[in-house]
């Protein structure tokens, strides 16, 4: 569930990057199963980039 979760929500945000053409798509991950998708000027137009910022472990 999670990773079709995912997937719909970069696909939502890949069409608003297309639209805009200016920045690429950032995948953050916070836990086991919290991600956040964005538009993000620190990544080059066209690409996606992931990253994990892991806190604390969730119960």
């Known amino acids: 569930?999670?990773?079709?979760?995912?997937?719909?929500?970069?696909?939502?945000?890949?069409?608003h990057a297309m639209q805009e053409g200016r920045h690429g798509i950032l995948v953050t991950?916070?836990?086991?199963?919290?991600?956040?998708?964005?538009?993000?000027?620190?990544v080059p137009f066209g690409q996606t980039h992931e990253r994990r910022e892991l806190g604390q472990r969730e119960t």
């Not at 086991?32 to 993000?40: D, E, F, K, P, Q």
Request: aromatic share 6%; proline share 3%.
């Open 1 to 15: 569930m999670v990773e079709s979760d995912l997937n719909a929500a970069v696909e939502t945000v890949r069409q």
């Open 29 to 42: 991950q916070h836990g086991y199963t919290r991600y956040t998708v964005a538009v993000s000027p620190d």
